[in-house]
């Protein structure tokens, strides 16, 4: 296997290079343009009923729910972690090139949430069942099948293999060690009994705790991160400067960086953000899929929210910690230079918030992919698949904090972006039916006669 490793970087390289990157991207921008800005004009809306939706019509969770379980498996180390290597390689610029990406990213997570209810379906057991295998199927046609069980596949892989289990177990059972000297075997032990206990409980299970979580969670870190830029106040105009100026000259404003090009801070910051808020990649409609809703469009605006949160908030609350306390400057990486950002503000206890922040961004996020993977195991499957995915799952849990392959990890990477591939073949060829519901929906909130149209606002 190790053998492999060369052939598995050179395609891991190329996966997660311009092909791909341009193809999210450009799946965003021919979104945005059809949908005429909504991201901006419709925003506030879509704000609004994260927590005043309507909740009428077929599903197993509330909206609100929905987008805590799809927040939970997308909010994890990559806003952490993900952030610093980005700044790290690419420079502050890469911070700009983020918001480009979330700023397109939610045209397309708006089109996925809203195919998501439009093809949605019920499994044997009355369940709902939807994501972008049903849109594909459903949408596409019977003839786009295989394109359909290519992606299910994907995502068992990633469930399995990837972003579902060992970097997020590596990240909290390696934190906690650092942070309080607890064992490895340990916390893995606890984090195996609470996943196993949470993920038995189907959705409904999930879609409680995240719904408890996510919102503390976020609160949590970004009032952190807001108190690390009060004590920088003065230097938050000059920061902001650098990262606009940085990702247009790919040059440092201040010495001690090793340069980068524009190429980089763009690559670096389009690639994490996209990797954070998984805009494009066809995991968030699963969960979109449950919500208790009649209005495709409605849990579309609901779900764009999700990169909104995730990446213009989570990951910028990382990214100016790092350029305003200077540490992307110097010999830290990764999780240690967002650590040392919050030590040389909080001192030793910055450590520890830190730790705290991660372990929970990564728990949900194990949450959040076991259903991911769940459903599209039913897909493939049947419900008859569902005990022995979840025992593979809790078992893979159990071993990811002593399994550290590094063929597996670059394999995982690889089956991460080719979800992206079917999911966005799917979009563009379903942009006229995005296009229409969105239309009937925007008609229906527009006519005044309309009894319940206050629930809506």
Same mark, same amino acid.
């Given at each position: 296997?190790?053998?492999?490793?060369?052939?598995? +970087?050179? %395609?891991?390289?190329?996966?997660?290079? #311009? #092909? =791909?990157?341009? *193809?999210?991207?450009?799946?965003?921008?021919?979104?945005?343009?059809? *949908?005429?800005?909504?991201?901006?004009?419709?925003?506030?809306?879509?704000?609004?009923?994260?927590?005043?939706?309507?909740?009428?019509?077929?599903?197993?969770?509330?909206?609100?729910?929905? =987008?805590?379980?799809?927040?939970?498996?997308?909010?994890?180390?990559?806003? %952490?972690?993900?952030?610093?290597?980005?700044?790290?390689?690419?420079?502050?610029?890469?911070?700009?090139?983020?918001?480009?990406?979330?700023?397109?990213?939610?045209?397309?997570?708006?089109?996925?949430?809203?195919?998501?209810?439009?093809?949605?379906?019920?499994?044997?057991?009355?369940?709902?069942?939807?994501? #972008?295998?049903?849109?594909?199927?459903?949408?596409?046609?019977?003839?786009? @099948?295989?394109?359909?069980?290519?992606?299910? =596949?994907?995502?068992?892989?990633?469930?399995?293999?990837?972003?579902?289990?060992?970097? !997020?177990?590596?990240?909290?059972?390696?934190?906690?060690?650092?942070?309080?000297?607890?064992? @490895?075997?340990? /916390?893995?032990?606890?984090?195996?009994?609470?996943?196993?206990?949470? /993920? $038995?409980?189907?959705? !409904?299970?999930?879609?409680?705790?995240?719904?408890?979580?996510?919102?503390?969670?976020?609160?949590?870190?970004?009032? $952190?991160?807001?108190?690390?830029?009060?004590?920088?106040?003065?230097?938050?105009?000059?920061?902001?400067?650098?990262?606009? &100026?940085?990702?247009?000259?790919?040059?440092?404003?201040?010495?001690?960086?090793?340069?980068?090009?524009?190429?980089?801070?763009?690559?670096?910051?389009?690639?994490?953000?996209?990797?954070?808020?998984?805009?494009?990649?066809?995991?968030?409609?699963?969960?979109?899929?449950?919500?208790?809703?009649?209005?495709?469009?409605?849990?579309?605006?609901?779900?764009?929210?999700?990169?909104?949160?995730?990446?213009?908030?989570?990951?910028?609350?990382?990214?100016?910690?790092?350029?305003?306390?200077?540490?992307?400057?110097?010999?830290?990486?990764?999780?240690?230079?967002? +650590?040392?950002?919050?030590?040389? /503000?909080?001192?030793?206890?910055?450590?520890?918030?830190?730790?705290?922040?991660?372990?929970?961004?990564?728990?949900?996020? $194990?949450?959040?992919?076991?259903?991911?993977?769940?459903?599209?195991?039913?897909?493939?499957?049947?419900?008859?698949?569902?005990?022995?995915?979840?025992?593979?799952?809790?078992?893979?849990?159990?071993?990811?904090?002593?399994?550290?392959?590094?063929?597996?990890?670059? *394999?995982?990477?690889?089956? +991460?972006?080719?979800?992206?591939? #079917? +999911?966005?073949?799917?979009? %563009?060829? =379903?942009?006229?039916? $995005?296009?229409? &519901?969105?239309?009937?929906?925007?008609?229906?909130?527009?006519?005044?006669?309309? /009894?319940? @149209?206050? !629930?809506?606002?």
């Amino acid at each position: 296997m190790e053998s492999l490793i060369p052939v598995l +970087n050179a %395609i891991d390289t190329f996966m997660w290079g #311009p #092909p =791909l990157i341009t *193809l999210l991207v450009g799946t965003g921008i021919f979104l945005t343009v059809r *949908l005429h800005l909504l991201q901006v004009f419709r925003l506030p809306l879509a704000l609004k009923l994260i927590f005043r939706a309507q909740n009428k019509g077929e599903g197993d969770v509330s909206s609100f729910k929905a =987008l805590c379980v799809a927040l939970a498996a997308t909010v994890g180390t990559g806003n %952490i972690v993900g952030v610093a290597t980005a700044v790290k390689v690419g420079g502050p610029g890469a911070i700009f090139w983020m918001w480009m990406a979330a700023f397109f990213g939610m045209a397309t997570k708006y089109s996925e949430g809203l195919l998501a209810i439009k093809y949605r379906s019920v499994d044997e057991k009355g369940e709902i069942a939807g994501g #972008p295998m049903f849109y594909i199927k459903n949408g596409m046609g019977e003839k786009w @099948k295989p394109l359909a069980t290519f992606f299910a =596949l994907a995502c068992i892989g990633v469930a399995f293999f990837g972003i579902g289990t060992f970097p !997020q177990v590596n990240a909290i059972v390696d934190s906690v060690e650092l942070s309080f000297g607890f064992p @490895k075997a340990a /916390t893995d032990a606890i984090l195996t009994f609470f996943i196993a206990a949470i /993920t $038995i409980g189907g959705l !409904q299970s999930i879609a409680r705790v995240a719904s408890k979580i996510i919102p503390f969670m976020a609160l949590f870190y970004v009032a $952190i991160c807001i108190g690390l830029i009060v004590v920088y106040i003065d230097q938050l105009p000059a920061a902001i400067a650098l990262i606009l &100026e940085d990702a247009f000259t790919g040059q440092a404003a201040v010495g001690g960086f090793a340069g980068s090009t524009i190429m980089m801070a763009m690559q670096n910051g389009i690639a994490r953000g996209v990797f954070s808020n998984e805009s494009g990649l066809g995991s968030a409609p699963i969960a979109a899929a449950a919500a208790k809703t009649k209005w495709p469009a409605e849990q579309g605006l609901i779900s764009m929210t999700g990169t909104f949160i995730d990446t213009i908030i989570i990951c910028t609350m990382t990214g100016l910690a790092l350029v305003l306390t200077g540490v992307w400057q110097g010999d830290a990486a990764g999780a240690a230079m967002t +650590n040392s950002a919050f030590m040389t /503000t909080y001192g030793s206890i910055g450590g520890s918030l830190l730790t705290l922040s991660l372990v929970l961004f990564a728990f949900t996020t $194990i949450l959040g992919w076991n259903y991911y993977g769940e459903r599209a195991c039913i897909y493939l499957f049947g419900t008859k698949g569902v005990l022995p995915y979840r025992l593979i799952f809790i078992v893979l849990v159990a071993s990811g904090a002593f399994l550290k392959l590094e063929a597996i990890w670059i *394999l995982a990477d690889i089956v +991460n972006g080719l979800m992206a591939i #079917p +999911n966005l073949i799917a979009l %563009i060829a =379903l942009s006229g039916v $995005i296009v229409a &519901e969105t239309k009937k929906y925007m008609d229906y909130r527009s006519q005044p006669q309309k /009894t319940d @149209k206050n !629930q809506y606002v």
